[in-house]
């Protein structure tokens, strides 16, 4: 089985070449010179080869300068562009990090290359991608429907094209996903997670040391993931990982939020993200009778059936037992004076309400007393 690859030194394309060696794929990387501010990616491509080739594992390594090409474009990205904007990986402003029809010319390049083994080894060769969801949103040359178009047109402009396909086994997944795969590919290949993930760069700005700031969307991006498998970044940081995620976190926070102040209405955003409580008797849902489910408004998670909700004439929704696999969470709340058991959702940790005692004793004696506000109705 034949592969070439794009070996950007980042994490995802070094978590994709662990996964094609871990499948058994004889490996093809090229790394690309383009003038970008962070090549110091390219010292951490060359490393993790060697690492490679010292445990036995061969892959074949070229560093393809477009240096001259591309360093006439205009990207935040690239050496003599604007500063590097910091912040979450899916706002506007990430945008001017994107470099104009990069994935086209890379792809444009691997797919000569790839068509060239093809030709040389009479075989089929795949041209894998470690392109994931996450870069959707900011950078169009990574969608799904992008390489489906680039693939049709190399397809009709090549001979003996049969021979070669992309191969994108992470376009719908994202950066934990990557990591996961990884870390069992490394472990199938007798490798260690953290040399193999300290040998990469992800930052955008990292400092003259090659330490990564943090800062960028794709640091955050990055940090994030690490911390989704619970595992620390074995990269080296300006500032502690402690730090570094601290404030990673900090950053997707306030990112989710500015989400919900757009996607919810205001009584929707107070209830669920500031606990705020609807007035009595006022809601959608507090005389609601048709069957069907309750869902958080902000996550969709499953929280209540129908058959769970009675009339409590409290004015609120009431119900007496909720889904079982809703693990609504539970939290002490002495705000009024008096002690009261607060309900949240458990995928988002939106407030629902409160749970009280005066529930009917024939369904276990409580009273999930629930804000329509925090929960959308959908008819069965
Ligand atoms: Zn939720």
């Known amino acids: 089985m034949r592969a070439v690859m794009a070996l950007s030194g980042g994490m995802d394309s070094t978590g994709l070449l662990m996964r094609l060696l871990a499948d058994g794929y004889k490996v093809d990387c090229i790394s690309y010179e383009y003038g970008q501010k962070h090549n110091i990616e ?25 240096s001259s090409a591309m360093g006439i474009f205009e990207s935040a990205l690239l050496k003599g562009g604007e500063d590097i904007p910091e912040g979450h990986y899916e706002q506007d402003q990430m945008k001017a990090t994107v470099v104009p029809n990069r994935n086209a010319i890379f792809a444009s390049i691997l797919y000569g290359y790839a068509l060239s083994i093809a030709l040389r080894e009479n075989t089929n060769v795949v041209i894998a991608l470690g392109v994931h969801s996450g870069d959707h949103a900011i950078y169009p040359d990574c969608r799904p429907e992008f390489y489906s178009a680039l693939e049709h047109a190399f397809i009709e402009g090549n001979w003996d094209s049969e021979k070669v396909s992309f191969h994108l086994p992470y376009i719908e997944g994202d950066k934990e996903l990557i990591l996961r795969d990884a870390s069992l590919a490394i472990g199938a290949l007798n490798l260690d997670f953290d040399v193999v993930f300290a040998n990469t760069n992800t930052s955008y700005n990292p400092d003259e040391f090659g330490r990564s700031s943090g800062t960028s969307g794709a640091d955050v991006e990055r940090i994030l993931a690490f911390h989704a498998i619970g595992r620390k970044d074995p990269v080296q940081y300006v500032n502690s990982w402690e730090d570094v995620l601290e404030s990673a976190l900090r950053t997707e926070a306030s990112h989710k939020d500015k989400q919900y102040l757009d996607r919810l209405s205001d009584l929707q955003y107070q209830v669920t993200r500031k606990s705020a409580t609807e007035p009595a008797f006022s809601g959608m849902y507090w005389d609601e009778k048709r069957h069907g489910n309750y869902r958080c408004i902000c996550c969709d998670h499953l929280l209540f059936e129908s058959k769970s909700k009675y009339d409590s004439g409290c004015g609120w929704p009431s119900f007496h037992t909720e889904h079982e696999s809703s693990g609504i969470l539970r939290i002490a709340d002495n705000s009024l004076g008096h002690s009261r058991v607060e309900v949240k959702c458990a995928s988002c940790d939106a407030h629902l309400g409160h749970v009280f005692e005066d529930g009917p004793a024939d369904f276990g004696g409580e009273r999930y007393c629930i804000n329509s506000a925090s929960m959308e109705f959908e008819e069965e």
Do not use: C, F, P
Not at 42 to 66: F, M, P, T
């Open 42 to 66: 390219l010292e951490r491509a060359k490393a993790n080869i060697e690492y490679l080739n010292q445990h036995g594992i061969d892959v074949i390594h070229s560093i393809v300068d477009l």
